[in-house]
T-cell receptor, first 114, second 115 residues
């Protein structure tokens, strides 16, 4: 079935370590996104990519990095520079470039920093 | 810039009662509006959307929302809720001309349906 796969579902990290969250889609969508979700704050955009080998910062990009070497893949690295990385991370994709279309979400990755 | 405010963080309701989840937005341009639903430990799913045309939009499971431009609102309603409607609901806005579905989300409303 078509969809977005995020891994791992749960991840624990020690302070000072970088960690990479995987996001793969087989929907043939051009655009992909990373959102961070914290209780009571909704979703905030970290990075987005409209096309392979191109990506833009969202509202809270500091302490994060991404790459888009393949259309299907948009991994997110949470670096040691991110001061409060414990959160639920959601990857999404969209086929509609005009902003009118539906976002398809993965099931999320919950990162806990010990 | 645009913003979304969901006026209630939690809404408890009894089964078969009506419910309204409130959403207000601000934007300097024309907007597209969305409601998404999130079940525990899952991603979000689109519930319904307003792009243009009729201001009343409906989902397949009985929810509806009305776009009110003068009040800058997009409240979500259901006349009779079920236990299975228990979830968190997010209102979101995309400014027309905004590229690639770059949505701004509200803070979320947790709907809890009690038997």
């Amino acid at each position: 079935d078509g969809g977005i796969t995020q891994s791992p579902k749960y991840l624990f990290r020690k302070e000072g370590q970088n960690v990479t969250l995987s996001c793969e889609q087989n929907l043939n969508h051009d655009a992909m996104y990373w959102y961070r979700q914290d209780p009571g704050q909704g979703l905030r955009l970290i990075y987005y990519s409209q096309i392979v080998n191109d990506f833009q910062k969202g509202d809270i990009a500091e302490g994060y990095s991404v790459s888009r070497e393949k259309k299907e893949s948009f991994p997110l690295t949470v670096t040691s520079a991110q001061k409060n990385p414990t959160a639920f991370y959601l990857c999404a994709s969209s086929i509609d470039r005009a902003g009118t279309g539906e976002l398809f979400f993965g099931e999320g990755s919950r990162l806990t920093v010990l | 810039a645009q913003s979304v405010t969901q006026l209630d963080s939690q809404v408890p309701v009894f089964e078969e009662a009506p419910v309204e989840l409130r959403c207000n937005y601000s934007s300097s341009v024309s907007v597209y509006l969305f409601w998404y639903v999130q079940y525990p430990n899952q991603g979000l799913q689109l519930l319904l959307k307003y792009l243009s045309g009729s201001t009343l939009v409906k989902s397949i499971n009985g929810f509806e929302a009305e776009f009110n431009k003068s009040q800058t609102s997009f409240h979500l309603r259901k006349p009779s809720v079920h236990i299975s409607d228990t979830a968190e609901y997010f209102c979101a806005v995309s400014g027309s001309g905004t590229s690639y579905g770059k949505l701004t989300f509200g803070q979320g409303t947790i709907l809890t349906v009690h038997p």
